[in-house]
Antibody
Framework: EVQLVQSGAEVKKSGESLKISCQASGYIFNTYWIGWVRQMAGKGLEWMGIIHPGDSDIRYSPSFQGQVTISADKSLTTAYLQWSGLKASDTAMYYCVRHYDGNFDYWGQGTLVTVSS | EIVLTQSPGTLSFSPGERATLSCRAS???????FAWYQQKPGQAPRLLIYGASSRATGIPDRFSGSGSGTEFTLTISRLEPEDFAVYYC?????????FGQGTKLEIK
């Protein structure tokens, strides 16, 4: 069974750094792109970026390029999303997603990030 | 950049009725990479339809998708109480993924 299990909720202050994780299981991690989707409170879904763990190829949404860093550790079958200087506007729910054939067929449970100023 | 527009933002139906949700693309897109998702309150979205018309694993056959070019539709043939949720369309092209802003299906 495919599962994407994300790390727990985080409460941070503006300017702090953060790295959240998504551990994948139930499939061959290196062969599927895995990405991140943001959802601000009461708002819609925004694709942030995606990584292919097999060769570390990364694609970012123009809206998030330079704002976050996506990485993956093949040995841990885990993908990461990190910030080097959080802003209050980064407060949102973040979902990791597995890409298959142009869509996201599996979703993590979400990680709520709250940033206070 | 392709923009997906879902309108209206909210639709009201009664259980048992047929619902049709619309998603319009700002330019013609490939139906091979067009999908619909359902999101219930407090839950992660789940894939309903991919390739514009194929149901994802475990999705009841009351859900169907159709369309091509710039106009796509999600139809729920007979609404069940659990179908009242927010629905998003999504497209993929040239390593970019775009979501519509969502349509909330509420109980009348």
């Amino acid at each position: 069974e495919v599962q994407l299990v994300q790390s727990g909720a985080e409460v941070k202050k503006s300017g702090e750094s953060l790295k959240i994780s998504c551990q994948a299981s139930g499939y061959i991690f290196n062969t599927y792109w895995i990405g991140w989707v943001r959802q601000m409170a009461g708002k819609g879904l925004e694709w942030m970026g995606i990584i292919h763990p097999g060769d570390s190829d990364i694609r970012y949404s123009p809206s998030f390029q330079g704002q976050v860093t996506i990485s993956a550790d093949k040995s841990l079958t885990t993908a990461y999303l990190q910030w080097s200087g959080l802003k209050a506007s980064d407060t949102a729910m973040y979902y990791c997603v597995r890409h298959y054939d142009g869509n996201f067929d599996y979703w993590g449970q979400g990680t709520l990030v709250t940033v206070s100023s | 950049e392709i923009v997906l527009t879902q309108s209206p933002g909210t639709l009201s139906f009664s259980p048992g009725e047929r619902a049709t949700l619309s998603c319009r693309a700002s330019q013609s897109v490939s139906s091979s990479y067009f999908a619909w998702y359902q999101q219930k309150p407090g839950q992660a979205p789940r894939l309903l339809i991919y390739g514009a018309s194929s149901r994802a694993t475990g999705i009841p056959d009351r859900f169907s998708g159709s369309g091509s070019g710039t106009e796509f539709t999600l139809t729920i043939s007979r609404l069940e109480p659990e179908d009242f949720a927010v629905y998003y369309c999504q497209h993929y092209d040239s390593s970019l993924y775009t979501f519509g802003q969502g349509t909330k299906l509420e109980i009348k």
